[in-house]
Protein backbone atom coordinates (compact mmCIF):
# COMPACT_ATOMS: atom_id res chain seq x y z
CA UNK A 1 0.00 0.00 0.00
CA UNK A 2 1.11 3.36 -1.37
CA UNK A 3 1.31 5.93 1.56
CA UNK A 4 0.98 9.98 0.63
CA UNK A 5 3.74 11.17 3.20
CA UNK A 6 2.77 14.99 2.31
CA UNK A 7 -0.78 14.62 2.86
CA UNK A 8 -1.79 16.93 5.15
CA UNK A 9 -5.23 17.40 6.64
CA UNK A 10 -7.42 20.56 5.41
CA UNK A 11 -8.32 22.42 8.26
CA UNK A 12 -12.18 24.02 8.32
CA UNK A 13 -12.36 27.67 8.55
CA UNK A 14 -14.62 29.16 11.48
CA UNK A 15 -17.48 31.29 9.96
CA UNK A 16 -19.28 32.38 13.36
CA UNK A 17 -22.26 33.75 13.30
CA UNK A 18 -22.14 35.60 9.71
CA UNK A 19 -22.46 32.12 8.11
CA UNK A 20 -26.04 32.60 8.56
CA UNK A 21 -26.97 35.88 7.35
CA UNK A 22 -29.42 34.92 5.07
CA UNK A 23 -31.63 33.23 7.58
CA UNK A 24 -31.58 36.36 9.61
CA UNK A 25 -32.10 38.96 6.92
CA UNK A 26 -35.48 36.90 6.41
CA UNK A 27 -36.06 37.02 10.24
CA UNK A 28 -35.52 41.13 10.34
CA UNK A 29 -37.97 41.24 7.25
CA UNK A 30 -40.66 39.18 8.79
CA UNK A 31 -40.59 41.75 12.42
CA UNK A 32 -40.49 44.44 10.09
CA UNK A 33 -43.88 43.14 8.07
CA UNK A 34 -45.57 42.14 11.26
CA UNK A 35 -45.28 45.48 12.94
CA UNK A 36 -46.30 47.51 9.84
CA UNK A 37 -48.70 45.18 8.43
CA UNK A 38 -49.08 46.57 5.16
CA UNK A 39 -52.49 46.77 3.45
CA UNK A 40 -51.09 43.99 0.55
CA UNK A 41 -49.78 41.74 3.16
CA UNK A 42 -52.59 40.99 5.55
CA UNK A 43 -56.02 41.40 5.22
CA UNK A 44 -57.53 44.18 7.35
CA UNK A 45 -61.55 43.93 8.25
CA UNK A 46 -64.27 46.31 6.71
CA UNK A 47 -64.19 49.28 8.60
CA UNK A 48 -67.70 51.59 7.80
CA UNK A 49 -66.76 54.93 6.54
CA UNK A 50 -69.15 58.27 8.13
CA UNK A 51 -72.42 58.13 5.88
CA UNK A 52 -72.46 62.20 5.57
CA UNK A 53 -75.90 63.59 6.87
CA UNK A 54 -78.48 64.77 3.60
CA UNK A 55 -78.93 68.30 3.47
CA UNK A 56 -82.50 70.04 2.88
CA UNK A 57 -81.14 70.94 -0.32
CA UNK A 58 -80.41 67.40 -1.42
CA UNK A 59 -83.99 66.31 -0.32
CA UNK A 60 -85.48 69.21 -2.11
CA UNK A 61 -83.55 68.83 -5.45
CA UNK A 62 -85.26 64.71 -5.36
CA UNK A 63 -88.14 66.22 -4.66
CA UNK A 64 -88.45 68.57 -7.86
CA UNK A 65 -86.98 65.40 -9.71
CA UNK A 66 -89.80 63.51 -8.64
CA UNK A 67 -91.89 66.15 -9.28
CA UNK A 68 -90.71 66.17 -12.89
CA UNK A 69 -91.22 62.81 -13.62
CA UNK A 70 -95.16 62.51 -12.34
CA UNK A 71 -93.85 60.64 -8.83
CA UNK A 72 -96.18 61.99 -6.61
CA UNK A 73 -95.82 60.02 -4.10
CA UNK A 74 -91.85 60.10 -3.90
CA UNK A 75 -91.85 64.14 -4.05
CA UNK A 76 -94.27 63.67 -0.61
CA UNK A 77 -91.62 61.65 0.94
CA UNK A 78 -88.87 64.34 -0.28
CA UNK A 79 -90.61 66.86 1.06
CA UNK A 80 -91.57 65.29 3.98
CA UNK A 81 -87.95 64.79 4.80
CA UNK A 82 -86.66 68.65 3.97
CA UNK A 83 -89.53 69.22 6.70
CA UNK A 84 -87.91 67.09 9.29
CA UNK A 85 -84.73 69.08 8.24
CA UNK A 86 -85.80 72.52 8.13
CA UNK A 87 -89.07 72.68 10.16
CA UNK A 88 -89.85 76.34 10.10
CA UNK A 89 -89.94 76.62 6.47
CA UNK A 90 -94.01 76.65 5.70
CA UNK A 91 -92.30 75.50 1.53
CA UNK A 92 -92.43 72.09 1.83
CA UNK A 93 -95.80 71.76 3.94
CA UNK A 94 -97.14 74.20 0.80
CA UNK A 95 -96.16 72.09 -1.84
CA UNK A 96 -97.47 69.19 0.09
CA UNK A 97 -100.73 70.56 0.05
CA UNK A 98 -100.86 70.94 -3.52
CA UNK A 99 -99.64 67.37 -4.12
CA UNK A 100 -102.20 66.24 -2.26
CA UNK A 101 -105.21 67.70 -4.14
CA UNK A 102 -103.48 66.59 -7.22
CA UNK A 103 -104.43 62.87 -5.74
CA UNK A 104 -107.20 63.90 -4.69
CA UNK A 105 -106.68 63.72 -0.78
CA UNK A 106 -108.33 67.04 0.54
CA UNK A 107 -108.08 65.87 4.10
CA UNK A 108 -104.20 65.21 3.90
CA UNK A 109 -104.26 68.85 1.51
CA UNK A 110 -105.98 70.57 5.01
CA UNK A 111 -103.35 68.80 7.19
CA UNK A 112 -100.04 70.05 6.04
CA UNK A 113 -101.62 73.53 4.76
CA UNK A 114 -102.83 74.28 8.30
CA UNK A 115 -99.02 73.71 9.54
CA UNK A 116 -97.90 75.51 7.05
CA UNK A 117 -99.78 78.26 7.89
CA UNK A 118 -98.51 77.34 11.97
CA UNK A 119 -95.09 77.64 11.01
CA UNK A 120 -95.91 81.09 8.69
CA UNK A 121 -99.32 82.75 9.94
CA UNK A 122 -98.73 85.68 7.25
CA UNK A 123 -97.20 83.94 4.54
CA UNK A 124 -99.69 84.55 1.90
CA UNK A 125 -99.31 80.79 0.16
CA UNK A 126 -99.50 79.16 2.87
CA UNK A 127 -102.82 80.75 3.41
CA UNK A 128 -103.97 80.24 0.46
CA UNK A 129 -102.99 76.46 0.04
CA UNK A 130 -105.21 76.52 3.16
CA UNK A 131 -107.99 78.49 1.60
CA UNK A 132 -108.19 75.51 -2.00
CA UNK A 133 -107.78 72.59 0.73
CA UNK A 134 -110.95 73.99 2.80
CA UNK A 135 -112.32 74.82 -0.54
CA UNK A 136 -112.15 71.40 -1.76
CA UNK A 137 -113.66 69.75 1.65
CA UNK A 138 -116.90 71.93 0.95
CA UNK A 139 -115.84 74.77 3.96
CA UNK A 140 -116.29 77.52 1.85
CA UNK A 141 -116.73 80.10 3.99
CA UNK A 142 -113.57 79.54 5.67
CA UNK A 143 -111.79 78.68 2.45
CA UNK A 144 -113.08 82.44 1.58
CA UNK A 145 -111.78 84.20 4.77
CA UNK A 146 -108.36 82.96 4.42
CA UNK A 147 -108.42 83.12 0.62
CA UNK A 148 -108.86 87.04 1.35
CA UNK A 149 -106.56 86.93 3.71
CA UNK A 150 -103.87 85.73 1.60
CA UNK A 151 -105.01 88.15 -0.93
CA UNK A 152 -104.77 91.23 1.64
CA UNK A 153 -101.00 90.28 1.80
CA UNK A 154 -100.22 89.79 -1.65
CA UNK A 155 -103.02 91.08 -4.08
CA UNK A 156 -101.17 90.37 -7.07
CA UNK A 157 -100.13 86.90 -6.49
CA UNK A 158 -101.96 85.07 -9.19
CA UNK A 159 -101.77 82.10 -7.67
CA UNK A 160 -103.90 83.22 -5.44
CA UNK A 161 -106.31 85.51 -7.30
CA UNK A 162 -106.65 81.45 -9.39
CA UNK A 163 -107.99 80.38 -5.97
CA UNK A 164 -110.62 82.94 -5.17
CA UNK A 165 -112.08 82.26 -8.71
CA UNK A 166 -112.16 78.53 -7.81
CA UNK A 167 -113.69 79.10 -4.08
CA UNK A 168 -116.37 81.65 -6.31
CA UNK A 169 -117.03 78.93 -8.88
CA UNK A 170 -117.78 76.61 -6.43
CA UNK A 171 -120.51 78.51 -4.88
CA UNK A 172 -121.97 79.62 -8.13
CA UNK A 173 -120.93 83.40 -8.50
CA UNK A 174 -119.49 82.93 -11.81
CA UNK A 175 -119.30 86.64 -12.35
CA UNK A 176 -117.25 87.22 -9.80
CA UNK A 177 -115.13 84.13 -10.55
CA UNK A 178 -114.82 84.90 -14.16
CA UNK A 179 -113.18 88.66 -12.83
CA UNK A 180 -110.40 86.94 -10.54
CA UNK A 181 -109.30 84.23 -13.39
CA UNK A 182 -109.08 87.08 -15.95
CA UNK A 183 -106.83 89.27 -13.65
CA UNK A 184 -104.62 86.03 -12.71
CA UNK A 185 -104.12 85.34 -16.34
CA UNK A 186 -103.16 89.10 -16.98
CA UNK A 187 -100.85 88.81 -14.31
CA UNK A 188 -99.77 85.42 -15.08
CA UNK A 189 -100.46 83.78 -18.62
CA UNK A 190 -98.72 80.66 -18.12
CA UNK A 191 -99.87 79.95 -14.70
CA UNK A 192 -100.97 76.82 -14.25
CA UNK A 193 -103.45 76.92 -12.09
CA UNK A 194 -104.75 79.28 -13.02
CA UNK A 195 -105.25 77.70 -16.85
CA UNK A 196 -106.76 74.65 -15.00
CA UNK A 197 -109.40 76.93 -13.29
CA UNK A 198 -110.01 78.96 -16.69
CA UNK A 199 -110.73 75.58 -17.33
CA UNK A 200 -113.04 74.75 -14.50
CA UNK A 201 -115.22 77.96 -14.52
CA UNK A 202 -115.42 77.99 -18.67
CA UNK A 203 -116.96 74.05 -18.10
CA UNK A 204 -119.35 75.39 -15.60
CA UNK A 205 -120.64 77.79 -18.23
CA UNK A 206 -121.18 74.94 -20.16
CA UNK A 207 -118.64 75.94 -22.76
CA UNK A 208 -116.56 72.89 -23.37
CA UNK A 209 -114.54 72.94 -25.90
CA UNK A 210 -112.70 76.38 -24.57
CA UNK A 211 -112.12 74.15 -21.34
CA UNK A 212 -110.14 71.73 -23.46
CA UNK A 213 -108.25 74.12 -24.95
CA UNK A 214 -107.58 76.17 -21.57
CA UNK A 215 -106.44 72.81 -20.64
CA UNK A 216 -104.43 71.86 -23.53
CA UNK A 217 -102.30 75.11 -22.36
CA UNK A 218 -101.94 74.38 -18.85
CA UNK A 219 -100.97 70.52 -20.11
CA UNK A 220 -98.51 72.12 -22.52
CA UNK A 221 -96.86 73.88 -19.71
CA UNK A 222 -96.86 70.89 -17.18
CA UNK A 223 -96.78 67.52 -18.95
CA UNK A 224 -96.19 65.45 -16.13
CA UNK A 225 -99.47 66.75 -14.50
CA UNK A 226 -101.60 63.90 -14.70
CA UNK A 227 -104.53 65.80 -12.96
CA UNK A 228 -105.01 68.22 -15.95
CA UNK A 229 -105.47 64.77 -18.23
CA UNK A 230 -108.32 63.63 -15.90
CA UNK A 231 -110.36 66.57 -15.83
CA UNK A 232 -109.89 66.75 -19.68
CA UNK A 233 -110.94 63.23 -19.78
CA UNK A 234 -114.30 64.41 -17.45
CA UNK A 235 -115.08 67.45 -19.47
CA UNK A 236 -114.61 65.30 -22.66
CA UNK A 237 -117.26 62.40 -21.53
CA UNK A 238 -119.76 64.01 -19.14
CA UNK A 239 -119.95 67.87 -20.63
CA UNK A 240 -119.32 66.88 -24.29
CA UNK A 241 -120.31 63.12 -24.65
CA UNK A 242 -116.90 62.54 -26.50
CA UNK A 243 -115.83 58.99 -25.48
CA UNK A 244 -113.07 58.62 -27.82
CA UNK A 245 -111.19 61.32 -26.67
CA UNK A 246 -111.89 60.85 -22.77
CA UNK A 247 -110.79 57.15 -23.27
CA UNK A 248 -107.42 58.66 -24.91
CA UNK A 249 -107.18 61.56 -22.30
CA UNK A 250 -107.34 58.81 -19.26
CA UNK A 251 -104.49 56.59 -21.41
CA UNK A 252 -101.97 60.31 -21.25
CA UNK A 253 -102.93 60.46 -17.61
CA UNK A 254 -101.71 56.96 -16.59
CA UNK A 255 -98.96 57.28 -18.94
CA UNK A 256 -98.19 60.60 -17.35
CA UNK A 257 -97.93 58.46 -13.66
CA UNK A 258 -99.46 55.22 -13.00
CA UNK A 259 -101.39 55.14 -10.00
CA UNK A 260 -104.33 53.78 -8.78
CA UNK A 261 -106.31 56.74 -9.12
CA UNK A 262 -105.43 57.63 -12.85
CA UNK A 263 -105.64 53.47 -13.47
CA UNK A 264 -109.27 53.29 -11.73
CA UNK A 265 -110.38 56.62 -13.91
CA UNK A 266 -109.31 54.90 -16.76
CA UNK A 267 -110.87 51.81 -15.64
CA UNK A 268 -114.03 53.53 -14.75
CA UNK A 269 -113.87 55.54 -18.44
CA UNK A 270 -113.36 51.89 -20.34
CA UNK A 271 -116.43 50.56 -17.81
CA UNK A 272 -118.83 53.43 -19.24
CA UNK A 273 -117.89 52.82 -22.46
CA UNK A 274 -118.62 48.68 -22.10
CA UNK A 275 -115.49 47.54 -22.73
CA UNK A 276 -115.88 45.44 -19.46
CA UNK A 277 -112.89 43.07 -19.81
CA UNK A 278 -110.24 45.24 -20.09
CA UNK A 279 -111.89 47.38 -17.74
CA UNK A 280 -111.96 44.75 -15.20
CA UNK A 281 -107.58 43.95 -16.54
CA UNK A 282 -107.19 48.15 -15.91
CA UNK A 283 -108.75 47.93 -12.32
CA UNK A 284 -106.69 44.85 -11.27
CA UNK A 285 -103.95 46.49 -12.15
CA UNK A 286 -104.84 49.64 -10.00
CA UNK A 287 -105.10 47.00 -7.45
CA UNK A 288 -102.00 45.52 -7.96
CA UNK A 289 -100.70 49.06 -6.44
CA UNK A 290 -102.86 49.51 -3.98
CA UNK A 291 -105.41 46.40 -2.94
CA UNK A 292 -107.37 48.27 -0.37
CA UNK A 293 -108.18 51.54 -3.26
CA UNK A 294 -111.79 51.43 -2.61
CA UNK A 295 -112.86 53.35 -5.72
CA UNK A 296 -110.89 50.86 -7.46
CA UNK A 297 -112.63 47.80 -6.06
CA UNK A 298 -116.06 49.39 -6.11
CA UNK A 299 -115.64 49.97 -10.32
CA UNK A 300 -114.27 46.65 -10.52
CA UNK A 301 -117.18 44.95 -8.54
CA UNK A 302 -119.76 46.74 -11.13
CA UNK A 303 -118.03 45.77 -14.10
CA UNK A 304 -117.64 42.09 -12.91
CA UNK A 305 -121.78 42.31 -12.14
CA UNK A 306 -122.09 43.55 -16.10
CA UNK A 307 -120.16 40.51 -16.91
CA UNK A 308 -122.31 38.02 -14.62
CA UNK A 309 -119.50 37.13 -12.28
CA UNK A 310 -121.75 37.83 -9.46
CA UNK A 311 -119.64 36.06 -6.76
CA UNK A 312 -116.76 38.22 -7.54
CA UNK A 313 -118.80 40.98 -8.07
CA UNK A 314 -120.20 40.58 -4.46
CA UNK A 315 -116.61 40.02 -3.16
CA UNK A 316 -115.10 43.46 -4.52
CA UNK A 317 -117.89 45.64 -3.74
CA UNK A 318 -118.30 44.03 -0.28
CA UNK A 319 -114.40 45.06 0.58
CA UNK A 320 -115.02 48.33 -1.63
CA UNK A 321 -118.09 49.97 0.36
CA UNK A 322 -117.12 49.02 3.67
CA UNK A 323 -113.70 51.13 2.92
CA UNK A 324 -115.72 53.80 1.29
CA UNK A 325 -118.67 53.97 3.79
CA UNK A 326 -121.22 55.98 3.41
CA UNK A 327 -119.61 57.96 0.65
CA UNK A 328 -120.68 55.51 -1.91
CA UNK A 329 -123.14 55.42 -4.45
CA UNK A 330 -126.82 54.01 -4.68
CA UNK A 331 -125.85 52.43 -7.33
CA UNK A 332 -122.85 50.77 -5.60
CA UNK A 333 -124.81 50.01 -2.88
CA UNK A 334 -128.27 48.13 -4.20
CA UNK A 335 -125.26 46.53 -7.51
CA UNK A 336 -124.09 44.91 -4.44
CA UNK A 337 -127.27 43.74 -2.90
CA UNK A 338 -127.89 42.15 -5.91
CA UNK A 339 -124.81 40.50 -6.45
CA UNK A 340 -125.62 38.47 -3.39
CA UNK A 341 -129.08 37.76 -4.57
CA UNK A 342 -127.90 36.48 -8.09
CA UNK A 343 -124.95 34.25 -6.88
CA UNK A 344 -125.33 30.53 -6.08
CA UNK A 345 -126.05 29.92 -3.54
CA UNK A 346 -128.37 32.92 -2.88
CA UNK A 347 -127.06 35.37 0.13
CA UNK A 348 -130.37 37.54 1.19
CA UNK A 349 -129.04 38.32 4.43
CA UNK A 350 -125.26 39.89 3.32
CA UNK A 351 -127.52 41.18 0.18
CA UNK A 352 -130.52 43.17 2.42
CA UNK A 353 -127.67 45.32 4.25
CA UNK A 354 -126.52 46.71 1.23
CA UNK A 355 -130.08 46.95 -0.33
CA UNK A 356 -131.55 48.86 2.99
CA UNK A 357 -128.25 51.00 2.28
CA UNK A 358 -129.50 51.86 -1.20
CA UNK A 359 -132.90 52.51 0.00
CA UNK A 360 -131.26 55.09 2.69
CA UNK A 361 -130.11 56.83 0.25
CA UNK A 362 -133.50 56.90 -2.34
CA UNK A 363 -136.29 55.15 -0.13
CA UNK A 364 -137.71 54.50 -4.22
CA UNK A 365 -135.03 52.64 -6.06
CA UNK A 366 -136.43 50.70 -8.06
CA UNK A 367 -133.35 48.19 -8.60
CA UNK A 368 -132.48 48.00 -4.42
CA UNK A 369 -136.79 47.27 -3.71
CA UNK A 370 -136.84 44.52 -6.49
CA UNK A 371 -134.18 42.78 -4.60
CA UNK A 372 -136.12 43.05 -1.10
CA UNK A 373 -138.89 41.26 -2.31
CA UNK A 374 -136.82 38.47 -4.06
CA UNK A 375 -135.35 37.83 -0.37
CA UNK A 376 -138.49 38.68 1.20
CA UNK A 377 -138.76 34.76 1.64
CA UNK A 378 -135.72 33.75 2.71
CA UNK A 379 -135.35 36.29 5.17
CA UNK A 380 -138.46 35.61 6.74
CA UNK A 381 -137.55 31.83 6.85
Same mark, same amino acid.
Given at each position: ??????????????????????????????????????????????????????????????????????? *???????????????????????????????????????????????????????????????????? *????????????????????????????????????????????????????????????????????????????????????????????????????????????????????????????????????????????????????????????????????? *?????????????????????????????????????????????????????????????????????????????
Amino acid at each position: MHLDYDYRPRRRRQRGVWRFWPLYLLIAVAIVLYETQPAWLFERPLEPTPTPTRSAASFLAEAQTALLRGD *YTGAIAAYERVAALDPQNPEPYIVKSRLFLIEGNAEAAREVAAKAVEVAPSDPEALAALARAEDWLGN *YETAMRYALDAYELQPDNAETLAIISEIYTDVGNLAQAEAYINRALELEPENVLALRNKAYLLDRQGRGREAIQALEQALALAPQRADLYLEKARIYRIRLGDFANAIAAYRSAVDASRTPQTLTALGEGLYITGDHLVAIRTLNQALELDPNYAPALITLGMAL *YARRNYEDAAAALDKGLQLMGDAAREEHFYTAGLAHVYKEPRECEEAVVWLQKALEKNPQSGPALAGMRLCAGAVNN
